[in-house]
Nanobody
């Protein structure tokens, strides 16, 4: 069982940066794939980024690749999302997720994730 709490959201101008954090509690954090999804009003939840337990497997959604960076600190049970060159289209609620088992490519499907945080709002003004 994992509990996830996101922080770091806020209001930023286009072109700016934010760093989101996700704090996890639970003994099995280091064996879970961790990731970020986002959901804008009226849209489906969208895959943003994922990082596997060994940190060797990292993937990004097409819309954020090259601008966002995901990282994790297993000792601190933390996951981070560094967001640079933010655009108004990045405005959404960002959710931290954890998954026990993911096949290659399976990270993009919401149904494959086992735990979610409550979300943190990111608003990018033009």
């Amino acid at each position: 069982q994992l509990q996830l709490v996101e922080s770091g959201g806020g209001l930023v101008q286009a072109g700016g940066s934010l760093r989101l954090s996700c704090a996890a509690s639970g003994r099995t954090f280091s064996t879970h794939t961790m990731g970020w999804f986002r959901q804008a009003p009226g849209k489906e939840r969208e895959f943003v980024a994922a990082i596997r337990w060994s940190e060797s497997g990292i993937s990004y959604g097409d819309s954020v690749r090259g601008r966002f960076t995901i990282s994790r600190d297993n000792a601190k049970k933390m996951v981070y999302l560094q967001m640079n060159s933010l655009k108004p289209d990045d405005t959404a609620v960002y959710y931290c997720g954890a998954a026990r088992f993911l096949a290659p490519g399976g990270e993009v499907s919401i149904g494959n994730w086992n735990y979610w945080g409550q979300g943190t709002q990111v608003t990018v003004s033009s």
